[in-house]
């Protein structure tokens, strides 16, 4: 039996590769040549030779199942030998089989495969012969040689391929598709209908230059075009621009940060260009950081692209880093500092956003003032603003009446920075719903709670800020009755 294998496998090798000799390898389908309407025998082929080709193919088709066969038999044979050699208890002669059994099949494998490849191989390397006569031929659009070398195929077709739509300043880069892609030459010639919406270079790369409609086309050597139209859409311009803060002020040698908001969200080109009215006082970098150089104001602009345009008012000073309060006891009016040289105030109105606003009053030598707050949740913003200006501690504190968009922040604040003394026109522990807010009146009680001192203002109630009195001329009814009194 493994004998048998062996020698089997060798002849229907030998066979199969001398039937590949021996038979013609080229023949197209002669079915498929007359349903197409050609006779062409340098294509089709005879009646004969077709008639060989499906011999072939059918021998070929029979051999390759022999050989799966042959191959699976062998496989099964090891399998068997690989029992008998595990079941041989150690006996000699049972031993001897089962390696032989083995070694019988894994040849008959070995040359079972070897056969196929032969085969294979005779049999491929025959079928890329052509007739005798023949040539090389390929239908158009096939995507083949397109015939001989000397042949000249021509483009049919070009199709322009790329995007529709292409911004002010963006560039793509176009191409082509070629039919049929064998063509002899593929060199095309580029060009744009209108250059003053987008320009196409030689090898297509568009750029848009302005908003407007242009068609792009590729041109080849023999005069076929394919083109494609390309659209440069109004950009969205910058309608508005504002700075997030209204004043700012830096000490020498101070660094710090302007933004501004732009409008719409989606304007296409925010770039913003910087200005500083004195760089001798103040410089300004492209992205928009401050830095203090020596005591002075100076007008910071910020300008878009189309020319749009925000201003801001920037000081430069030389204050100390810290205050020094007054006494924080009700009706105290002994300055709580020295004056050095002149007393001079500085007054900051700033939005928080929304309608709340506050006042910041601070003196150059040492002092500082906050009125209102807003609602909870702008005291960080407020804190922030007033430690930008050196301001360490809150010497005083007041709020003009007590609704939540003037004073519930202010019960916050003491958390955030020290503060000396509050003044409000009623008792915030105390007062009736109807002339406070339960928000204002909920945080301000907290903070009093926590230790902050605070008076009822009347009219006439007054404290120093250094050379200066500060004197409250309301509320206009000492019962306060409404908060329009306040």
Request: glycine share 10%.
């Amino acid at each position: 039996m493994r004998k048998r294998i062996i020698v089997f496998a060798m002849l229907l090798s030998l066979f199969s590769a001398g039937h590949s000799l021996a038979v013609p390898s080229y023949a197209a389908p002669q079915d498929a040549c007359e349903v197409a309407g050609v006779n062409d025998p340098l294509i089709c082929g005879t009646k004969d030779s077709n008639e060989e080709v499906a011999l072939q193919k059918r021998i070929k088709s029979v051999l390759e199942t022999v050989y799966l066969w042959l191959g699976i038999i062998a496989v099964i044979v090891i399998v068997i030998g690989g029992i008998n050699y595990m079941t041989s208890t150690g006996e000699a002669e049972k031993i001897k089989r089962a390696k032989s059994t083995i070694t019988y099949a894994v040849i008959g494998l070995v040359v079972t495969l070897a056969a196929f490849a032969i085969t294979e191989f005779v049999i491929g390397a025959l079928e890329g012969k052509a007739p005798e006569g023949g040539g090389t031929h390929a239908e158009e659009g096939s995507g083949g040689s397109g015939g001989s070398e000397s042949e000249t195929v021509e483009v049919k077709s070009i199709q322009v391929m790329g995007i529709s739509t292409l911004k002010k300043g963006e560039e793509y880069g176009f191409y082509t598709k070629i039919i049929p892609d064998y063509a002899t030459n593929k060199t095309v010639t580029w060009a744009s209908s209108d250059t003053s919406v987008a320009t196409v270079s030689n090898t297509g790369r568009v750029k848009a230059l302005k908003p407007g409609e242009t068609t792009i086309t590729a041109t080849a050597h023999n005069g076929k075009v394919g083109s494609k139209t390309v659209k440069v859409p109004v950009p969205i311009e910058v309608e508005e621009i504002s700075f997030n803060s209204q004043v700012s002020i830096v000490k020498v040698g101070q660094s710090a940060k302007l933004t501004v908001t732009i409008k719409p969200g989606n304007a296409e080109d925010k770039k913003i260009t910087w200005i500083s009215s004195d760089n001798s006082v103040l410089t300004v970098d492209d992205k928009g950081n401050i830095k203090g150089i020596k005591v002075g104001t100076v007008t910071v602009t910020a300008k878009t692209s189309n020319g749009k345009t925000a201003t801001i008012k920037v000081s430069v000073t030389n204050k100390t880093s810290s205050s020094t309060p007054g006494g924080n006891n009700p009706g105290d009016n002994t300055p709580g500092s020295t004056d050095v040289g002149k007393d001079e105030l500085e007054i900051h109105f700033v939005s928080i956003g929304g309608r709340y606003d506050v006042v910041i009053i601070i003196r150059n030598n040492g002092g500082s003032v906050l009125i209102d707050g807003g609602v909870a949740g702008r005291e960080k913003q407020i804190v922030k603003y007033i430690k930008a200006l050196g301001i360490t501690k809150l010497d005083y504190m007041i709020g003009t009446h007590l609704d939540n968009n003037h004073s519930q922040c202010q019960g916050i604040i003491p958390s955030l920075i020290p503060v000396g003394h509050g003044y409000y026109p009623v008792d915030p522990t105390s007062c009736p719903s109807k002339w406070c807010m339960s928000g204002a009146k909920k945080t301000l009680s907290s903070a009093i709670k926590k230790g902050l001192k605070y008076t009822v203002a009347q009219p006439g109630t007054k404290f120093s800020f250094g050379a200066a009195t500060m004197y409250f001329i309301g509320t206009a009814k000492s019962d306060y009755t409404s908060e329009t009194n306040s």
